[in-house]
């Protein structure tokens, strides 16, 4: 069988000396979408940011892209081999433009792919044509958000790493990324993984489910045998 697109083996990272992520196994299709699920603290964060390599601490296991081992490349260089994390604070710079801020996502483009064109992410985004010229620091969370999904896809990614992405945001908002993550994924094949404690959008924008709890992967499995297991998020999410 073809490798998957991002297959993780055994990996333990943590901080300093301590220990978050304990051999965690997962594999992540080319055209799927993925939630990761788990309460405060459970690893999630910390499992986006040690697969693109910026913050933890790997102390074993494997990253493999496509076949291709990340360990040795740095965060730069897994962005330019197709990894890209929308991180849970969003990172807008706040004294340039809209347009600016998701240009600057270009520079992660692989080698040989041509990043997207400004008029292809306000196809893709036109809730945020009426804001192009407006500054960073003049944006609602939801703008903000939606600013740091576009520049995360302008460079094309192979995997687009979500971490919360609707976290804080009010229910109509969450509809809106919602749709436009869907879009993403079902109209474009974007891989995506999403982490988030919000289960109606998670539900919404992937196919499958894993649960992380103290920082090991618990369950995995499709939204309808999710569904078949009530017990599930009593013990695993806060819900
Ligand atoms: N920079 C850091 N230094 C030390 N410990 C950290 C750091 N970041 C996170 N941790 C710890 O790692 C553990 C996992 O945190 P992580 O942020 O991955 O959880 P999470 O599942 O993403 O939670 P949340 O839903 O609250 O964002 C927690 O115990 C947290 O306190």
Redesign the pocket.
């Known amino acids: 069988m073809a490798d998957p697109l991002l297959r993780i083996e055994a990996l333990h990272s943590?901080?300093?000396d301590?220990a978050?992520l304990h051999g965690i196994d997962l594999a992540i299709e080319e055209g799927s979408a993925v939630a990761l699920l788990?309460?405060?603290?459970?690893?999630?964060?910390?499992?986006l940011k040690t697969i693109l390599n910026a913050?933890p601490r790997v102390t074993g296991g494997r990253i493999t892209l496509d076949g291709r081992d990340m360990g040795p490349l740095a965060p730069d260089a897994r962005a330019r081999a197709g990894l890209m994390l929308v991180p849970?604070d969003r990172r807008i710079f706040p004294h340039i433009t809209v347009a600016e801020n998701i240009a600057l996502g270009a520079h992660a483009a692989r080698p040989g792919v041509k990043p997207m064109t400004m008029d292809e992410i306000w196809a893709l985004f036109p809730a945020l044509v009426p804001f192009a010229a407006r500054a960073g620091y003049a944006l609602s969370g939801g703008q903000q958000q939606m600013v740091a999904v576009a520049r995360g896809v302008i460079a094309r990614p192979r995997l687009l790493l979500l971490?919360?992405p609707v976290e804080g945001l009010a229910p109509v908002i969450v509809d809106q990324m919602a749709g436009e993550i869907r879009r993403l994924h079902r109209d474009h094949g974007l891989t995506v993984l999403v982490?988030e404690?919000n289960l109606s959008f998670a539900r919404a924008v992937t196919d499958q489910v894993h649960l992380?709890d103290s920082?090991q992967l618990v369950y995995s499995g499709s939204w309808h045998e999710f569904d078949a297991d009530p017990t599930l998020k009593a013990r695993y999410l806060a819900v």
Not at 38 to 47: E, H, V
């Open positions: 943590g901080y300093g301590a978050v788990g309460r405060n603290g459970a690893g999630k964060s910390t499992l913050g849970e971490d919360e982490t404690q992380i920082g």
